[in-house]
């Protein structure tokens, strides 16, 4: 008999294969969330909230209460929940579309106001759900639908640094920090601190993971490979930025 494949206990076993393409990273950041819950034993009052694009595929993911909301409102919908409900968990998960273009209006706010909820954000620098047009993380010379002769960082501005943007505006108590789906142990453990200062009601936690699209990108498992190894790292630095106890020295790995 084949042997089954080693899930997290929130997982939903039963929406599994899951619906991302095959090489996907959120998979692998949903994988990381689901252990970070199983590790803190939260599942029963964790509420996990996804948005429009593909983040939306999570909507079964978990057995978790999971609501499903559209265009960035997963930020203030799961701020409504928490301040109603304080003793939930409520996680926001978007990609960067939500979570820095027609969102980013409820991230700089909720993170400025420290709501106590934590939002995990996948950047894999396109706009992947409606075809894989430039995205405020797009890189400098990356070729998307909408730019095909690569990404002018003088006509178009360069790639958003999110979790920079959002340790500049929060203040004590917030978590901020950047992984990667190269690093599951690194990302697991951010998001566990993610949670964790939810859990102790400190401040607002943010944790942006370095994720790939090899739909969009149009490429094969090597070339997907570098692009997430050796392309984004070098527009995206890995580590943490902010911790309840202050801002760190750049980013630091952990
Ligand atoms: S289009 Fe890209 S982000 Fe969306 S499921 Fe496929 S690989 Fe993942």
């Known amino acids: 008999m084949a042997a089954q494949p080693v899930m997290p206990k929130s997982w939903r076993v039963e929406t599994k294969p899951h619906k991302f393409c095959p090489g996907c990273g959120h998979g692998l950041v949903l994988k990381a969330l ?7 034993g939260i599942q ?26 559209h265009h960035g409102r997963t930020t ?43 939002v995990l954000l996948a950047n894999n620098t396109v706009y992947a759900m409606t ?16 730019s095909p002769y690569g990404r002018d960082p003088l006509k178009t501005g360069y790639p958003m640094q999110g979790p920079e943007m959002v340790a500049a505006i929060t203040r004590e108590g917030a978590y901020v920090s950047r992984g990667t789906v190269t690093n599951m142990r690194q990302l697991k453990s951010m998001i566990k601190k993610a949670l964790q200062n939810q859990l102790e009601g400190k401040g607002f936690s943010f944790v942006e993971a370095l994720s790939t699209c090899p739909t969009n990108w149009r490429t094969n498992a090597e070339e997907t490979w570098k692009y997430l190894m050796v392309d984004m790292p070098s527009h995206f630095k890995v580590g943490e930025i902010k911790t309840p106890a202050g801002d760190v020295e750049g980013a630091v790995s952990v």
């Not at 593909?54 to 609501?67: E, P, Q, Y």
């Open 34 to 40: 689901g252990e970070a819950v199983d590790e803190l």
């Open 131 to 146: 075809g894989g047009q430039m995205a405020p993380t797009t890189m400098p010379g990356q070729k998307t639908e909408t």
């Open 76 to 118: 203030p919908v799961m701020t409504g929940i928490k301040r109603a409900r304080p003793e939930l968990i409520c996680v926001a998960y978007m990609g960067d579309g939500g979570g820095y273009a027609i969102g980013s209006q409820h991230l700089v706010n909720a993170a400025a106001r420290n709501e106590k909820i934590t």
């Open 44 to 69: 029963e009052r964790t509420v996990f909230g996804c948005d429009i694009g593909c983040s939306l595929l999570a909507w079964d993911f978990f057995n978790l209460d999971s609501v499903q909301t």
